[in-house]
């Protein structure tokens, strides 16, 4: 369960911005919307959150910022080469700014124990990298690394709870690799748990991306999953009857070198694609994917990884959740997580929209609303709609559009 990002000098984000899925006090829809997370230090978390803001406000790169964050964490042990920098861009508005590390810091909790793990890095290294475990109210520091300027190389500071081959994850780091991928890649099993929590657990798509078909299709292979998804279909309104699977020949073109000439390669394959049948009054008619309309298609392409993640308790984040789909529909996909029923593991969903049509308290608590802006100096800043205290019964959409919490463009007058 997530409970906290914070980034820094990331793109848009200068100073410090920090997200948080930490419930205030309010006792509103705390059967429905709220879990224990079975952490001393947490007693309360949040299920979802939705990020308003104008466009070209932040809100992309606070997801984008996670995205990246899960991808060094993923790569940086097996996949970056020696010498290969990182793709960081940092605020690039102020001369301080550009030349400074950016830094990220996740704080979640797996399995009633919480973690607060983060790193500093500039395209060329790592700078900075912690890991404290809650086990109690009182916090064990596992491990600190930072980079000695002056001696030219990185001072290591363990804590005793870290047990294992230290002096080997530590000399088989390279400077632009995280320690923690690095141990785990050499069975570190004590840290192993954390690398896959991040790598596993937090499901990103960020701006103008979707899950891919195959990932639902996979899912309705065996009769279970099928089924669930057959009732998610039917439950979202989407008339769809029965659902099949036929195999079709797909070819993937590729270059290859052939005596030193590139060369045109074609590799011709078998993939199971969907079959949607319909019924009406009229009659009953089979359609390919491709047929149907694009807001069916992205439900069913979403619908096989929001099926996962309730099950297994991952952490969706998706930006402009709302492309191509109804308010209704977007409405029904956070019912789910809100579901005492549907979400027993503790998944959590956070979106950006510009739908104001969800800013409603029949659909979320004050505290799980966030607002993104940009100050005079063109910085992102995020910052809680509970910042603005609203009464209970607030009509949040039309306060909003009013300007009452910020977060809006500034409009001018145009003339040709």
């Given amino acids: 369960m997530l409970v906290e990002f914070r980034v820094k000098n990331f793109r848009s984000i200068r100073a410090e911005q920090r997200l948080s899925l930490v419930a205030d006090k309010d006792s ?11 952490s001393k230090v947490t007693p309360s978390l949040l299920k979802s959150a939705v990020i308003y803001g104008p466009n070209a406000s932040g809100k992309s790169n606070l997801i984008n910022a996670l995205a990246f964050m899960r991808t060094v964490v993923a790569t940086s042990a097996t996949q970056i080469r020696e010498g290969q920098q990182f793709n960081c861009p940092t605020f690039k508005l102020d001369a301080e700014s550009k030349e400074q590390p950016s830094e990220f810091e996740l704080t979640f909790i797996d399995q009633g124990i919480r973690y607060q793990y983060g790193f500093s890095l500039t395209p060329e290294r790592v700078i900075e990298e912690w890991l404290l475990v809650y086990k109690t109210a009182k916090p064990q520091m596992w491990f600190n690394r930072s980079f000695d300027t002056k001696a030219g190389k990185d001072e290591y500071e363990f804590g005793s709870h870290l047990t294992g081959q230290r002096s080997l994850w530590q000399e088989s780091t390279r400077s632009n690799a995280l320690f923690l991928s690095k141990a785990v890649d050499l069975n570190s099993e004590r840290l192993r748990p954390i690398f896959l929590w991040i790598v596993e657990r937090l499901i990103i798509f960020t701006a103008g991306t979707q899950p891919i078909f195959d990932f639902s299709i996979g899912y309705a292979q065996t009769e279970e999953g099928k089924a669930e998804l057959l009732r998610f279909l039917s439950a979202a309104d989407l008339s769809i009857a029965n659902l099949s699977f036929e ?24 993939t199971p694609m969907p079959l949607f049948f319909h019924e009406a009054e009229g009659g009953t008619a089979t359609f390919e994917i491709q047929d149907e309309s694009t807001g069916t298609q992205r439900l069913f392409a979403f619908a096989g990884p929001v099926l996962d ?42 979106f950006t929209t510009h ?60 003339k040709l």
């Fill in 355 to 414: 739908d104001t049509a969800l800013l409603d308290s029949e659909i979320f608590r004050r505290d799980q609303i966030w607002l993104v802006k940009k100050d005079a100096a063109q910085a992102t800043i995020l910052y809680p709609l509970t910042d603005f205290s609203p009464r209970k019964k607030e009509a949040l959409g039309r306060g909003y559009l009013m300007g009452r919490y910020g977060a809006l463009p500034f409009l001018k007058d145009f």
């Fill in 309 to 350: 993640v309730l099950k297994n308790g991952r952490v969706l984040i998706v930006d402009e959740l709302d492309n191509s789909l109804h308010t209704l529909m977007v409405s029904f996909l956070i019912r789910q997580f809100h579901s005492t029923v549907n979400n027993p593991k503790g998944a959590q969903l956070i």
């Fill in 247 to 270: 195999n079709k020949k797909m070819k993937q073109f590729g270059l290859q070198l052939e005596n030193g000439k590139p060369a045109v390669q074609t590799v011709e394959f078998e």
């Fill in 28 to 38: 509103t829809y705390s059967k429905s919307h709220l879990f224990e997370s079975k």
